[in-house]
Each structure stands twice: as structure tokens, then as C-alpha cells.
């Protein structure tokens, strides 16, 4: 597509090293601080994938009209302030296969993010993914994920699930059968991505006491690594690529601590950091899901990663609704899926609860200036996605997906575009070739159309 | 170390002579069985019995409550915070071995707990050193406490560079501060080191050497103090206690009498029992009672109170059953002999039976009515557990007994055209007629006729697990997959004496448990001793204690498969 200049700009990043340098050249406004991975002339393209459980309600969901002249339909409607910035895209298909191991819900999660199917692994119980997903393929390509110091960001606002199944609960992949479950709460969240050395703040530190303490936590971490090089040597094949991910993990965490002080937008998230109780993890669900995803505005603002995904919780979320709308049934979300007495009503309702707090969220990045001072939202493709179509039955056809955001890729905003007969899988290949990352096929190979036509510009 | 076992074994039964009257019991369908067993204990001498496979030789991440326990275990009562490995939830039951690996997230959280608790143990050092750093000066003393410290902690002896690399850590720490933030940097690098994250079992470092010489059918051997971590992480939850380590240090534990007799000593410590009851509860799934919502302006009666009694009768009783009926599948499944208080006597409508629980504020052993309460089905905890949050539901009671009684994996839910096609039909069914269309239609009974019957026997129970006689039909008609035989029963009662005498039963149960103690599925790994502990448990009343007791007795526990290391 249209990326080569970005792609050369994006191999001539900067190297993180000017971390406190940077901090230090605040420029007087605390969000034009150049991240210390980006690259010298413009912001990157960053990616952020939701996932929001329990498909539709196809007579409030779906909107009349043409591309351009389309009314927005009940469930839309909240994204109305947002419209020039989205795409609704209807008519995919999850290509989920038949008689594939595990429930649906999960299916559906996991052949959306991998294109591939679910399957026992030998030894394990969980059903996983055969194969990495999308985000993780993007992120591991430097042209797309840059050299960030995290190289992707996985949260999710609840994991919680009425039934025992961990590929419920996860979006993203390293490999075949290697699951990277979310982080749940804010302040865990925010302790990874801004705590750096600070566990009490990034303001208050001194240079010095800066210096002091990085090279203790680095001291810390070498005797890590010497711990899991000692295991490395020890173990078999399977073992050695978890003692890998742990090997990413302290090198992320030596990035962070390089990068702590050039993330000034953090300050504005200290609210995060104090413990949530459990049992009001209902009530709270909408704080709990915008905290995660200011965590990743303001992660991607400080180009800290530039791949995320966010999951409001699982297919078979028990989150019950009926203290935060008015009039929803008094159970539990999964529930009111399958055997509520209102079904269609409560759960349009739950859906527009949902846009609501995502259209606030995004208002915030439209709002949030990007380095160089362009929008942040521009320079984000946001896809918005359910794992089904239907909470009950499940049926994978025609999934509802939005986008948003637009100018770094050309995704031209305001449009309804209608896929018939292609699989989400084409979504994915088209988004991947659109971030600059050469893929033929995403999935399935003799089901793959190409890129879907007219997406983006 | 197969020996080990039978000895106990049938020294028990003849004590108890419990064994006599199991077999007497069993003698339809388990004798045969037992038969061909003992000829292969007694005939085939037990050390050439081995594993068509072994579990392969792997590391283990702590669980959540493990990282805690062993840090508290390590260092006294700290505050720590609540450390959740991405993608578990806190009531799980198995902690996959194969799954849980130390991304950003959890580093993180790791290291945040080591901070915490070192700081914490730096305040208050005299009670973690071993010396005085004034006395003998501050290098030995942070020496001495090193290699008392990090063994302990990393489950094993350290080696000189581990020792000279915490050195520098604790002169490093000194450096910055004093002899406690030397101290504590230590502690800080030791509770986030994969010595101290990751439980071994890939046998003596020196065996890596020579493989092939030391072992030709590419078995290893866990070390004694992997052992001893097997042993205390399973029954302690938590790293070895001091006995253990004695017999780590001496070696002494790799003798199968020795490591019976620490399993022995385990049982019966509280700290254990206690942990095991919670196992419990957690395979029963009781522990999501105190998350458990119910419609408040329906069921305005299920407030904490009533949780909380709920929760203590079932908790009370598994520790009983446990620990004072031999633990006993039968006594779980079919006893009346339970522990309620005041507010749950009016709940289950027996407040009048007994004068002393009728004023109780804490629950009181009672023996209840066993024509409506037998065994832990009918505990309202399990029933509110069961239920959506206000009706009871037949489908998911029949599939809590298909996933914990019958390990038979949960269906898909019907597809939209099939329930469009049957919706002429279904309409203004009630909800038992609806079962009995599911299990009577062909489109829906290849799921349901294994699930309705069981969910059609709880049908005496309210949602809150309340009796209730108007218009209730618990008969059913069932049929465990593998016992083939066809029961007709009504309602849990019968349900509870059908499961404890079936032999599929007890074989999913004793798979669970070990699935447990393993942290895996097992495929062809353990096919031996699972038998064998199959055996055991049918012989000891079905015991879930004697699951746990002869699960260290097997060969699958001290041996590993050596891994590829493509």
C-alpha cells in the first residue's frame, strides 16, 4: 500500500537511550515530549484491538442506508460525535471451523485473533490456539511494533467467567498453544507500564535517587537472567520458550526503566493506583474498563507499545448490569443471553452501555495530541469486535465490527461498508498490509480472498 | 517404594477392617478388577513395573497462593500484595503447570511483592538473621544469612556463584544505605530470582552429564529435594517445612519408608488439612459461594448472613468428612451428618428439630432428615452455587454432575435453527416438561440424555437449595457412561448412593485429584499408577485422603521423561 515512506522512516527510530534527557527537554508543554522510541519526523501508527463480549441485537445493530448516507442504528448510536472517524464494517464472517475443541465463545475469540482453530495441546487442560495471533504478529514486526519497550499490551476489564476455560479469557498468542491472558486490574496495569522505579510516583524522584535505584533493579534483574539462563541450559524444547517470554519480561522491564521518565502523560493516571475491592468489580466495570484503556492512551501517547488489546470481559461474563441501567435484569450478562426474560431490550441496552463508554474513551484520544501535535486518534486504528453474533444461539456470520481513527492510514472515516461472503480473516490481512506488514493470507489459505477493497484509502 | 504402599495398605485394611467389608461390597462390577490387580501387584515383582510414559521433565511457575504461603513461610507475617498470574481466577482448582510463564505483567506484580516484603523483613531484621552484623561484622553476617536464606528459598543448595552474586547485590544495597538495605536488596532479588518462581523436577544437575549412561530408558530421577518441594507444595502449599528439609539434606527422603512416613507426618498436620479442605471445596466449586449473586428483589432472603452460613456448613463438613470419616466419597455424597446454625436451620426448615441449633449463631453438628438432606448435593451452597441467579436450573446441575462426577466434556449449546425448529413445540413448557422434550426429542437428547436426568434429580431444591414437595417429580431414570447399567432414581438421595458405588466414578474423581497434584492432563503419562491409586481408593471407602496419601507412593511422582531439547 502507501506505507513506504513510513516504513524507511520507521527503521531510522531512535534509540531509547535518552530516557531523562528527554524528560528534561519538556519543551514547556508536558505532551510534546518525543518519546524515546519514536521516530524523528512523524507519529507511529498504533494499533488497538476490543473486544466486547456477546455479539448483537441485529434489529437495533444493523443501520439503513448507503455508505456515506447511513442512519446510525440504536446500538451506534453513542459513536455519533465519532462518526468521521468510523468505519462500521458488516458482513464478515468468523471462519471458526466445525467440531473444534471448546466452547463457543472462545472459538470465536480464537479463530478472530489467530485465524486459526482451537485445539488440546498434549499435557494441557486449558484449550489454546494453534497458532500466534494477529497483534502478536504485528508486534513482533519491528516496522509495525517498533522497538517500544513493551512490545504489546494486553488488559482486560474482567476475566471472570462462569465457566473454567482460560481461552475464554484471552485475546492474544505467541505460538501454538501460548496464551497471554490479560492484565485485570488498574493498578497492576498501571504499576507495569508507568511504575518504572517509582513505585510511589514519577514526580518526586531526584536524579539521583533515579540513578541509585536503576541500578539496583537492573542489579536485580541480571541476577534474574543468570537464574533463568541456569534453567535455560536444564530444560526441553516447551519449557525453554516460557523461560524466553521471561527472558522478554526483564528485558521490557530494563527498557521501562530507561524510558520511566519521558512518560509525563502518566501523572495524569496516579488515580489508577489505588486497589479496587473485588466485590465491586460489577458496579465498577465501566471505570475499571476506561482506566485500562487510558493506561494504553497514555501508553501509546509516551510510545511505550504501539500494540494493545482490550477485552471488556469474557463471552460468558457473569458482570451483572442491572445496578448500572436502570431496568436490565437482575443477572448476569452471559445469563441474560441465553435464558433472560428480556432478552432483546436489556441487551440492547448493555450494548450501547458499552459504546457509550467506549465513545467517551475515544473522544479522549481524538483529544489527546500526539507528539507532533496531531490528534492521537489519527494515529491509532481502533477495531472494535465481538466474538459472535448472536449471545444466544451463537452464530459466527455477519460479526459486528467497528473502526475508528483514520488519517495515518487512510482509513476514511464516516462510511458503512458491507463485506458479503468474506471472513474476518480478510480484515486482518488487510489491516496488516495497510500497517505495512507484507502478509498473503491471514488463516485458512484456500479460504483467503485477499484484501478487503475499499477499506482504506 | 511400591512395596511401601501395599504394606500400609493392607496393614490399614486389617486394622480397620474396612478393606474386608469394600471388597464384600464390591463384589459385582470390582471384582474382576481387583482380581487382575492383585495378580499384577502380587506377581509382577513392583520394581519393573514402569510407565508406558512419564510427565516430562519441566519447571513449574508458583501458584498465586504458593508465591504467598513461601514468602510468609520464609520470612514471617508480611503484608504482600494480592498477586494474580494473569488469566487465573482465584477459585480454580488445577494450576496448569504447561500454561502460567512470567510475562511483563506478572514480573511486575513479582517485583512489587519483593519489595514489599523485603522492606518489610529489613525493618524487622533480627528476626531473619541468623548472626549479628555488630558482632561478627556485617560481610560474615550477610554471608551467613545468604546461605541460610536462599537454600531455603530456592528449594535447594546454592552454588558458589549464586552466593558471590548476592554478595554484590548485598554490597551494593549497603553501599546505598546501611546493613538492612544490603539485607533487603538481597531478599528483593531472591522472591523475584527463578530459583525462588519456578518448582524443578528435572533431577541432579549432574545427570545432564551423561544421560544415556545414567539412563537408558530416559527416565530421570528427581532429587530428594525436589522431593521434598513435590511433597510440600502439594500438601503444604507452600515450600518444604523444616522436617522436610532435614530429610532433603540428608538425603534420607529418596527412601520410599521415609517418604511415607513424611506423608504420613503431613496428614495430619492442620496447616495441611486445612489446605486440603480447601482443595476440596475449590473441586466442588463451593468456593465461588461468596461471589454468588442472586436477584435481590426476588430473593431478598440471600443476604451475607445466609452466605456466610452456607458456606460454614459445607466448609465444616468437608473438613469433617476429611478428617474424621476417613474421607470418604460415600460420606461426602450420601451423609446427613452435618453442621448448621440458626439461620440456616430455618433456611432448610428444621428449626424446630433441634433446640441448641435453633438460637446458634455458629453451626452445630446435626443429623438431619436423610429423605431431604444427603450428602453435599443437597448443601444449599452447592444449590445456590448451581443456580442462575433466581430460578434453578436443571441444565446446569445436570452438567455440574457430568463435569465433576463424570469428566465428560460440556456440549455446544444447540444451534439457532434447531431451536427455531423446536420452538412450536417447547412453548409454555414448564421447565421440567422442557427436559423431558429435550431428553425424549432425537435433535436434542444426543446432550441432553446425559444431562437432564442428573439435573431432573435436584428438582426437590429451590434455587437457594430450599426443599420443596408441591408438584415435584425428582424421578429420573439415569445411565453413567462406562457403568452402562440403568438406575431409576428420585432425587439426590439415590443420586449420591449411585455415583459413590460407581466405578467410572470413582475413576474420574481419583483422575481430577491427580490432575490436581500434577498441575496437567494425563494422557498416556500415568496410565499405572492411576490405576493403582484407583485401586487404593476403591479399597479405603473411597478416600479422598488416601488419594492424596498415595499419590507420592507412585512412580509417576518421582520420575520424569527426559525432554527434547530441539
Known sequence: ?457 | MQTGIFKRFFARSSIRGRGEVNRQQSVGGVSRYLLVFALLACEQPPRDVVEEAYIPARIWLLSDSQHANAIRDLLGPVDLPDVRTPGVTGDQFIHEAALHRVGGPLLSQYHTAARMAARQAALRRDQILPCSPEAIGPQACARAFIDRFAPRAFRRPVDRDERDQLMALFELGQRDGDFSSGIELVIEAILQSPGFLYRTELGAPADDADPIARHPAGVITLTPYELAAQLSFLFLDSIPDEPLWAAASDRSLSQPEVLAAHVDRLLALPRVRQHLGTVVLKWLGVDGMRMAKKDRRRLPEFDDELRESMAAETSLFVSDVLWNRGGSLRELLTSSRTFIDARLAAHYGVDSVNSTVSVSTDAVPVELDPAQRAGILTHASLLTVLGTSRARSIVYRGLFINRLFLCLPEPAPPTIELLQASAGETRGLSHRELADYRIGTDACAGCHRTIDPFGIAFENYDVLGRWQTEDIDATTSIVIPGDGQRHRINGLRDLGRVLVKSESVAACVVDQFMQRAFGRHLGNEATHSRERIKYHFLATDRSLVEIFRTIPDMPIFATRQRSERR
Not at chain 1, 258 to 264: M, R, V
Not at chain 1, 345 to 367: C, G, K, Q, S, V
Open chain 1, 1 to 457: 500500500m502507501t506505507q513506504t515512506t513510513n516504513r524507511l522512516n520507521r527503521r531510522a527510530f531512535l534509540a531509547g537511550m535518552g530516557g531523562l534527557a528527554l524528560g528534561s527537554a519538556a519543551l514547556g508543554s508536558k505532551y510534546l515530549i518525543r518519546p524515546a522510541g519514536a521516530e524523528t519526523d512523524r507519529p507511529p501508527t498504533r494499533l488497538l484491538i476490543i473486544h466486547k463480549p456477546c455479539g448483537t441485537v441485529p434489529e437495533n445493530y444493523h443501520c439503513t442506508g448507503g455508505e456515506r448516507d447511513f442512519t446510525l442504528s440504536p446500538i451506534l448510536e453513542p459513536f455519533a460525535p465519532l462518526r468521521p472517524h468510523m468505519v462500521v464494517v458488516e458482513g464478515l464472517r468468523i471462519a471458526k471451523r466445525e467440531r473444534t475443541p471448546g466452547q463457543d465463545h472462545g472459538n470465536g475469540m480464537v479463530t478472530f485473533m489467530t485465524g486459526g482453530v482451537t485445539i488440546k495441546a498434549r499435557g494441557f487442560r486449558t484449550v489454546t490456539a494453534d497458532r500466534e495471533s494477529i497483534d502478536h504478529i504485528l508486534a513482533t514486526d519491528r516496522g509495525v511494533g517498533g522497538n517500544t519497550p513493551i512490545r504489546s499490551l494486553h488488559l482486560a476489564a474482567d476475566v471472570r467467567s462462569d465457566r473454567d476455560e482460560l481461552f475464554t479469557r484471552v485475546l492474544s498468542y505467541s505460538g501454538r498453544a501460548s496464551p497471554v491472558p490479560p492484565e485485570t486490574r488498574p493498578v497492576a496495569a498501571y504499576t507495569r507500564v508507568f511504575g518504572g522505579l517509582f513505585s510511589d510516583g514519577v514526580d518526586r524522584a531526584t536524579l539521583e535517587h533515579v540513578e541509585r535505584a536503576r541500578s539496583r533493579r537492573k542489579s536485580i534483574l541480571d541476577f534474574s537472567r543468570t537464574g533463568v539462563e541456569r534453567l535455560y541450559n536444564r530444560v526441553g524444547a516447551a519449557e525453554r520458550i516460557r523461560l524466553d517470554a521471561h527472558v522478554d519480561a526483564i528485558r521490557e522491564t530494563e527498557r521501562l526503566i530507561d524510558n520511566s521518565l519521558s512518560c509525563a502523560g502518566a501523572a495524569d493516571l496516579t488515580q489508577l493506583r489505588r486497589e479496587v475491592d473485588v466485590e465491586q468489580i460489577d458496579d465498577l466495570h465501566g471505570e475499571f474498563g476506561l482506566a485500562h484503556l487510558n493506561i494504553i492512551r497514555t501508553a501509546f501517547q509516551c510510545d511505550l507499545t504501539r500494540i494493545a488489546t482490550f477485552a471488556w470481559g469474557p463471552g460468558n461474563s457473569p458482570i451483572n448490569f442491572s445496578r448500572l441501567i436502570p431496568g436490565v435484569e437482575n443477572m448476569g450478562y452471559h445469563t441474560i443471553t441465553h435464558s433472560g426474560s428480556n432478552r432483546a431490550h436489556d441487551e440492547t441496552a448493555i450494548h450501547r452501555w458499552y459504546n457509550e463508554r467506549m465513545a467517551e474513551f475515544l473522544i479522549t484520544l481524538r483529544d489527546t495530541p500526539d507528539f507532533d501535535g496531531s490528534s492521537l486518534l489519527d494515529n491509532t486504528l481502533v477495531v472494535v469486535w465481538s466474538e459472535v453474533r448472536l449471545g444466544s444461539p451463537h452464530t459466527f456470520d455477519n460479526i459486528p465490527i467497528q473502526l475508528f481513527g483514520h488519517a495515518g492510514l487512510q482509513l476514511g472515516g464516516g462510511r458503512l461498508l458491507r463485506f458479503a461472503g468474506r471472513s474476518t480473516n480478510d480484515l486482518w490481512l488487510t489491516i496488516a498490509n495497510a500497517l505495512g506488514h507484507p502478509m498473503e493470507c491471514f488463516g485458512d489459505a484456500q479460504r483467503c480472498k485477499g484484501p478487503l477493497a475499499g477499506l482504506f484509502d
